[in-house]
């Protein structure tokens, strides 16, 4: 026995549980894979954009999870007054135009303080609609993401039982967003549905126009 694992196997109790001094540097400096945490939620893929026009997951979604989380870190859009957007897939990716009807609202507040609220948004939900679903919307036709050098995008994306191919698939996402005109911090919340009994095995993420950077990830969830 080496002198690492006899040192480790010192300070084991007779009722196997280690002693704060087993674990050291030295004892783990071999270990590279460790257990999925116990709070449910495993990391799958990420991918970044870099002056792209979109991100697509065309793997990652099965019968694994009945859960996906989608998070959005630091999303820029190249383009002043575009928003960031999602479809859904049942083919793999070779087309993205699932039928989803949705529902979206937001709050704000304006830097100087002399504008806030709550607010529901016709204009950002889609009723039985192919098109891409905005997950940054306020009310505001031509867009609500900046191209200034401070202004991102962060949050998520959830969507339920994917790969079932008896109910609908639901979604929810939720997003904070620097509003380009006159100064504004919205909270965006999103949730609907892709009308289809198919499994949805894809997803793409775009801005509505021009290219973007940033990074998305995809978490499974127990």
């Known amino acids: ?17 280690f002693t704060s001094g087993a674990i050291t540097n030295s004892s783990v400096t071999g270990i590279t894979v460790l257990p999925n945490a116990s709070d449910g939620i495993t990391f799958i893929s990420s991918q970044t954009a870099s002056n792209s026009t979109s991100l697509s997951f065309t793997s ?3 019968s694994t999870y009945k859960a996906y989380k989608f998070v959005f870190a630091d999303i820029h859009a190249r383009t002043n007054g575009v928003d ?28 100087s ?8 948004e016709p204009l950002d939900d889609l009723a039985q609609s192919t098109s891409y679903q905005t997950l940054t ?11 200034d050098a401070d202004s ?34 919205t909270n965006g919340f999103m949730a609907g549905y892709g009308n289809t009994t198919s499994a949805v095995n894809a997803i793409q993420f775009r801005v ?15």
């Open 1 to 17: 026995m080496g002198s690492i694992a006899r040192n480790i196997a010192n300070k084991i109790t007779t009722s196997g549980v």
């Open 60 to 62: 990652g979604l099965s």
């Open 84 to 111: 960031f957007e999602f479809n859904l897939s049942t083919d793999s990716g070779s087309n993205y135009n699932v039928t989803k009807t949705s529902t979206f609202f937001y709050e704000y507040h304006q830097e």
């Open 113 to 120: 303080g002399a504008n806030f609220g709550l607010a529901y």
């Open 137 to 147: 919307g306020n009310g505001d036709s031509s867009g609500s993401m900046s191209n």
């Open 152 to 185: 991102v995008v962060s949050g998520s994306l959830t969507i339920f039982n994917p790969s079932s191919t008896t109910y609908v698939k639901h979604f929810i996402g939720c997003t904070t967003n620097p509003v380009y005109t006159a100064g504004y911090m």
């Open 208 to 222: 509505s126009s021009g290219n973007f950077d940033g990074t998305v990830y995809l978490y499974g969830i127990k």
